[in-house]
Nanobody, 116 residues
């Protein structure tokens, strides 16, 4: 089975930086899209940023200019570098992958807490 494992979550101060990593394992085949979503308490899960297999980027307006996403197709990893953190960035961050046949895979999530 395919697994996504996140790391790098924790506590950061407002205005600070934090980096998240995700690695895929198992028989993934081509990962057509890969990236990050987040969910704050009482809110729906929302897109943060994703990169498809061709390098096309989609990111939420709220993180534009502050967060940077990168992926390594060979290593099957995706990174999220977060800067200028705000209290509103506090959420559980989930790694996401879109595989063949429309199969979606989610990580268990990693908590990010930004102190105000």
């Amino acid at each position: 089975q395919v697994q996504l494992v996140e790391s790098g979550g924790g506590l950061a101060q407002a205005g600070g930086s934090l980096g998240l990593s995700c690695v895929a394992s198992g028989d993934t085949g081509t990962i057509y899209n890969m990236g990050w979503y987040r969910q704050a308490p009482g809110k729906q899960r929302e897109l943060v940023a994703t990169v498809d297999v061709s390098g096309n980027l989609v990111e939420d307006e709220s993180v534009k200019g502050r967060f940077s996403i990168s992926r390594d197709n060979e290593k099957r990893t995706v990174q999220l570098q977060m800067s200028a953190l705000q209290s509103e960035d506090t959420a559980v961050y989930f790694c996401y992958a879109l595989l063949a046949w429309g199969n979606q895979v989610w990580g268990k999530g990693t908590q990010v807490v930004v102190s105000s």
